[in-house]
């Protein structure tokens, strides 16, 4: 993310359907596991299955409207900063500190 916003050149970058699927198996990854702990807490699967969903989509659509708004607002910042977030995360998730 940070090498790439600091490109002068942005062309844009098109998925097709084999990449949409890979990322919804690669994001819905977490969902599954959640899902397995919460057949302790409750049985009602559509339940469960309709709370993910709605609050899958509401959560996804913020995230894409609000990253479209600070993209416009701060641009090349906001990837950079992204990208240092993401780097911070994962050395505090290594080291074990979360």
């Known amino acids: 993310m940070i090498i790439s916003s ?17 990322f919804g198996f690669s994001v819905s990854i977490d969902s599954f596991t959640t899902g397995i702990g919460l057949k302790i807490i409750n049985n009602n699967f559509f339940e469960v299955g309709l709370t993910f969903q709605v609050i899958s989509s509401i959560l996804t659509y913020l995230g894409l409207n609000i990253g479209n708004i600070l993209h416009k607002k701060v641009g090349i910042y906001s ?6 977030i993401l780097i911070a995360l994962g050395v505090i998730f290594f080291l074990g500190k979360i």
């Open 79 to 84: 990837t950079i900063l992204g990208g240092i």
């Open 6 to 22: 600091l490109k002068e050149k942005e062309k844009p970058y098109l998925i097709g359907l084999t990449g949409f699927l890979i």
